[in-house]
């Protein structure tokens, strides 16, 4: 698994073996059961998570009691509210496994302290926080231009792996949609 990291890792900037087996110990695995909790909406946002092997997803609950899931995360990507892990404050999301996952976190002070030491890690986290924060603006942008019909397919044909392994009622809370309409949209496509 650690291989996986450092090839992830190499993909934005250049570290050596020796370097990566001083990264490491920084970060803490965790292995996780589906549907177990990552993070508490209401408790301290204190770590970063780097998805080795499942899905997560982020979500908080309206004031209806629903679940609207804000984010995913399969293999490679990072979740995290990070607002509150900038700030060290409490979340208002919750992180939860959707499948059997297993992950490496980081603290806010790890990290911090990661960086005095391999100041080369933080282009790698820069670019990280870029892409996040632009597939942030697309999806925005789509919510605005795409019917719901419309942003449904488009999410499921840009990304498959997803539409393959969450849950559909997910999906739906996701995009903002029911999981009647979904189910609807699904039958209107296959007749």
């Known amino acids: 698994m650690s291989k996986q990291f ?5 993909r934005f900037i ?12 920084f ?3 965790h292995t996780l059961n589906k549907k177990e909790m990552v993070v508490e909406a209401g408790t301290l946002s204190n770590s970063n998570h780097f998805v080795l092997d499942g899905c997560l997803q982020m979500f908080y609950l309206n004031d209806r009691g629903a679940e609207r899931t ?3 995360a399969i293999e490679n990507w ?19 496994a959707v499948e059997d996952s297993q992950i490496l976190s980081i603290t806010y002070d790890k990290q911090v ?4 030491f391999f100041p080369a890690l933080e282009k790698y986290f820069r670019i990280i926080y870029e892409i996040s924060y632009g597939a942030s603006l697309m999806r925005m942008k789509y919510i605005y231009d795409l019917s719901k019909e419309e942003m ?6 840009q990304f498959p792996e997803f539409a393959q392994r969450v849950p559909q009622y997910l999906i739906a809370s996701f995009l903002g949609l029911t999981p ?12």
């Open 152 to 157: 449904y397919f488009h999410f499921t044909e």
């Open 113 to 116: 302290q990661l960086l005095s």
């Open 27 to 29: 970060f803490d695995p």
């Open 180 to 191: 009647e309409y979904v189910s609807e949209i699904r039958a209107k496509k296959r007749s």
């Open 6 to 10: 450092f090839e992830h890792i190499n």
């Open 70 to 72: 804000v984010q995913f």
């Open 78 to 96: 990072w979740m995290a509210d990070y607002l509150a892990y900038h700030h060290r404050t409490v979340t208002d999301f919750a992180i939860q």
């Open 14 to 25: 250049t570290i050596t073996e020796e370097d990566f087996r001083e990264i490491l110990p």
